[in-house]
Nanobody, 123 residues
Framework: VQLVESGGGLVQAGASLRLACAAS????????IGWFRQAPGKERDFVAT????????YYEDAVKGRFTISRDNDKNTAYLQMNGLKPEETAVYYC?????????????????WGRGTQVTVSS
């Protein structure tokens, strides 16, 4: 099983980035996908999650209205569109997969994790 994140980079405050999570080795359409982030010296925090069908999504309060999670089951890929980025959102962003169906914001229910992609937001 592999989850590979891409799309990170260095941007200025207020800019946008679109992260992608490409999955292989799983029946992608049966897995809940979550995005998490970990800033230096801090714990890994939940950002967003999407159900297997894409019909349900859930976001951490601080990103509601700015971030959008989506998925393309035909391409085995999930996305995180991030608008209005803030310097405090500098972190390594990880995607994860859980054989659940519904959305989930708890990291410990996710079985598979990617290696992360660095997002750096300058002020």
């Amino acid at each position: 099983v592999q989850l590979v994140e891409s799309g990170g980079g260095l941007v200025q405050a207020g800019a946008s980035l679109r992260l992608a999570c490409a999955a292989s080795g799983i029946t992608f359409s049966r897995y809940t996908i979550g995005w998490f982030r970990q800033a230096p010296g801090k714990e890994r925090d939940f950002v967003a999650t999407i159900s297997w069908s894409g019909g349900s999504t859930y976001y951490e309060d601080a990103v509601k209205g700015r971030f959008t999670i989506s998925r393309d089951n035909d391409k085995n890929t999930a996305y995180l569109q991030m608008n209005g980025l803030k310097p405090e959102e500098t972190a390594v962003y990880y995607c994860a997969a859980a054989y659940l169906g519904a959305t989930a914001d708890q990291a410990d229910v996710y079985s598979y994790w990617g290696r992360g992609t660095q997002v750096t937001v300058s002020s």
